[in-house]
Nanobody
Framework: QVQLVESGGGLVQPGGSLRLSCAASGSIFNMYAMGWYRQAPGKQRELVAQITNSGGTNYADFVKGRFTISRDNAKNTVYLQMNSLKPEDTAVYYC????????WGRGTQVTVSS
């Protein structure tokens, strides 16, 4: 069983930056593939970025060059650095952990608005 707690969301102006964090419980964090997803009002949840247990990364086209996913296995934490934020990035951002099954956090709200 893995518990995930996201933090770092908030209100930011267009062009600004935020860093999301996801702290995971458990002793085998380094074995999990981790990901960030988002869900905007009225839309389906979509993949933002993934990082494998060996550090390989994958990004949705709409965030390439702007967002960076990373992990610190010593701290059981995965990060999402978000730069050049746009109003269309407004959503609830969810952390995901996958190893034989998927685990989800409760999400953190990101609002990009002037």
């Amino acid at each position: 069983q893995v518990q995930l707690v996201e933090s770092g969301g908030g209100l930011v102006q267009p062009g600004g930056s935020l860093r999301l964090s996801c702290a995971a419980s458990g002793s085998i964090f380094n074995m999990y593939a981790m990901g960030w997803y988002r869900q905007a009002p009225g839309k389906q949840r979509e993949l933002v970025a993934q990082i494998t247990n060996s550090g390989g990364t994958n990004y949705a086209d709409f965030v390439k060059g702007r967002f960076t996913i990373s992990r610190d296995n010593a701290k059981n934490t995965v990060y999402l650095q978000m730069n050049s934020l746009k109003p269309e990035d407004t959503a609830v951002y969810y952390c995901n952990a996958a190893l034989m099954r998927a685990y989800w956090g409760r999400g953190t709200q990101v609002t990009v608005s002037s």
